[in-house]
């Protein structure tokens, strides 16, 4: 059974440019959660999603930042028109839920890291 | 909002010693309590988690321990050794949704030799 899985691995985008950051989950997980994470610091909630649908977006930027997470294929992360202080590793992670309606692990993805120049 | 206070944020202990890293929780609600260590320049992994009906948990050398009342959990590690080096960050399940996490800021464990 395959992890979460990320691409790329790694991004480099000069500024002004759109970066497209891609995640699929864990066979049978249907919960997508993205987090962005600063060298030396911690993890940042920024958008969770169901298939087809955005379900909290509370931690995303409302300019330049959109997440989908279609009905076929990964989830993607659009930051448009990057800047510096775009410049993070990206996680995702998938979660499935038990039938009990229990909260279930997350599993992360190795991350995309992006930098900016 | 609801949140998750972690402490301390950096620990060093000596090899061999034990560690202890302790979470509060704002939520009532909270009912599942996971933690997870990242390596340098690796993804986050979960280590051992615990649900709110039961009071600690242990895998070999980890251990958690809950207590709704205080709404705090900690995370034991016992026999520590070079590879546990990490940071470490606990997370409380959002509310009884279940389906998010409040994540802790993080603590950074050193294993002095």
């Known amino acids: 059974n395959a992890g979460v899985m990320q691409n790329p691995r790694h991004l480099v985008r000069r500024r002004g440019q759109e970066a497209r950051l891609r995640c699929s989950p864990m066979?049978?997980?249907?919960?997508v959660y993205w987090y962005r994470q600063l060298p030396e610091e911690g993890l940042k909630f920024m958008v969770y999603l169901q298939k087809e649908n955005i379900i909290d977006e509370s931690g995303m930027p409302k300019e330049r930042f959109s997440a989908e997470f279609p009905k076929e294929g990964p989830s993607i992360l659009r930051i448009q028109q990057v800047v510096r202080g775009d410049s993070a590793a990206y996680f995702c992670a998938s979660s499935s839920w038990t039938s009990g309606g229990r909260s279930y692990e997350q599993y992360f993805g190795p991350g995309t890291r992006l930098t900016v120049t | 909002g609801e949140n998750v206070e972690q402490h301390p944020s950096t620990l060093s202990v000596q090899e061999g010693d034990s560690a202890v890293i302790k979470c509060t929780y704002s939520d009532s609600a909270s009912n599942y309590f996971p933690w997870y260590k990242q390596e340098l320049g690796k993804r986050p992994q979960l280590i051992i988690d615990?649900?709110?009906n039961v009071g600690e948990k242990k895998d070999q050398r980890i251990a958690v321990t809950l207590n709704k009342t205080a709404k705090h959990f900690s995370l034991h590690i016992t026999e520590t050794q070079p590879e546990d080096s990490a940071v470490y960050f606990c997370?409380?399940?959002?509310?009884?949704?279940?389906?998010?996490?409040?994540w802790g800021a993080g603590t950074k464990l050193i294993i002095k030799p």
């Open positions: 066979k049978g997980h249907s919960h």
């Open positions: 615990i649900r709110s």
């Open positions: 997370a409380a399940s959002w509310g009884d949704s279940n389906y998010q996490l409040i």
